[in-house]
């Protein structure tokens, strides 16, 4: 059974840093890509970065470009989102989710995904 669990959610100011956590397992990590959505109340959600296991390439919606870093560490079948320079608009319920296929030399995140997690909330005060 694929498992995808986000933790590191939380309050903290504008301009402040979280850093997100999801751990997974059920499935051979490094054969598919992954990526962080977010969606915040009354919003459609929206990919905010993804990462392929197999080349390493990364990508990330414009908005957060800059501030937010994706990685995975394969040997904890992991993945994380460093998040810096938090805004407002930057509150939402944060969610891993791994992608159906490898992918390579992303150049943007795929919109449909197979598996997600339940979410980190992240809520940035002015």
């Known amino acids: 059974e694929v498992q995808l669990q986000a933790s590191g959610g939380g309050l903290v100011q504008a301009g402040g840093s979280l850093r997100l956590s999801c751990v997974t397992s059920g499935y051979p990590f490094d054969n598919y890509a992954m990526g962080w959505f977010r969606q915040a109340p009354g919003k459609e959600r929206e990919g905010v970065s993804c990462i392929s296991m197999s080349d390493g390439s990364t990508q990330y919606t414009d908005s957060v470009k800059g501030r937010f870093t994706i990685s995975s560490d394969n040997a904890k079948n992991m993945i994380y989102l460093q998040m810096n320079s938090l805004k407002p608009e930057d509150t939402a319920n944060y969610y891993c989710?791994?992608?159906?296929?490898?992918?390579?030399?992303?150049?943007?995140?795929?919109?449909?995904?197979?598996?997600r997690g339940q979410g980190t909330l992240v809520t940035v005060s002015s």
């Open positions: 989710v791994r992608y159906s296929l490898p992918l390579m030399e992303l150049v943007r995140c795929p919109r449909d995904y197979e598996f």
